[in-house]
């Protein structure tokens, strides 16, 4: 069964500087999509960034980044220049090829000191 | 922009009632997701549903029901609510492209309290 682990329960940083959230996964299947969810207080959940297994080059949005170690099945998430909106919820999750459901992480909250 | 919409924030049921979630997507997306949110564990897909009628167990199914009748819309049922049922309510929803699922959007979530 596939697993998705975030170590990190809870994590902070002072405003304008950067953060590393961490992610692992267990999977067998080669083929296969991982991505960090978003979910600000009282607010709805987002997509921040997404990764396809079979690319090589690490997904960037803006001030994201991913640092995707597929042998190590690594996969985390890099916020730099963080800002007070940045504050939430964040969500590691896993889908392989042809699956419909995501396997989700436990969270990391992520506080952004002013 | 996609639309996501859930009936309820907030739901306040006693035990043994019969409580309806409901979730509503704009974007004529074929698969719809109902999670669970609980602190320590992520999110646990409850059931998904890829045309309507149609619906598959997800991880945790017991105690739950759901119903698609129309494209655009995805019930959850909780049949008898009971305590462990207090929880934070997701529902999701994805369009298939080219027989791949692409991104899943998420309603604003359902914080259900089950006295």
């Known amino acids: 069964a596939q697993t998705v682990t975030q170590s990190q329960p809870e994590m902070s940083v002072q405003e304008a500087e950067t953060v590393t959230l961490s992610c692992t996964y267990d999977?067998?299947?080669?083929?296969?999509?991982l991505f960090w969810y978003k979910q600000p207080p009282s607010r709805q959940m987002i997509l921040v960034i997404r990764?396809?297994?079979?690319?090589?080059q690490n997904a960037t949005e803006n001030r994201f980044s991913v640092n995707f170690q597929k042998a190590a099945k690594s996969f985390s998430l890099k916020i730099s220049d963080s800002q007070l909106g940045d504050a939430a919820m964040y969500f590691c999750?896993?889908?392989?090829?042809?699956?419909?459901?995501?396997?989700f992480g436990q969270g990391t909250r992520l506080t952004i000191n002013p | 922009d996609v639309k996501v919409t859930q009936s309820s924030r907030y739901l306040v049921k006693r035990t043994g009632e019969k409580v309806f979630l409901e979730c509503v997507q704009d974007m004529d997306h074929e698969n719809m997701f109902w999670y669970r949110q609980d602190p320590g564990l992520g999110l646990r897909l409850i059931y998904f549903?890829?045309?309507?009628?149609?619906?598959e167990k997800g991880d945790i199914p017991e105690g739950y029901s759901v119903s698609r009748e129309k494209k655009e819309r995805f019930s959850l049922i909780l049949e008898s609510a009971s305590t462990n049922q207090t929880s934070m309510y997701l529902c999701?929803?994805?369009?298939?492209?080219?027989?791949?699922?692409?991104?899943?959007?998420f309603g604003p979530g359902t914080r259900l309290l089950v006295l």
């Open positions: 999977t067998s299947e080669s083929d296969y999509y």
């Open positions: 999750a896993y889908r392989y090829q042809g699956a419909q459901k995501l396997v």
């Open positions: 999701a929803s994805s369009i298939v492209a080219g027989g791949h699922q692409e991104t899943q959007y």
């Open positions: 990764q396809e297994a079979y690319k090589q």
């Open positions: 549903s890829y045309d309507v009628k149609m619906k």
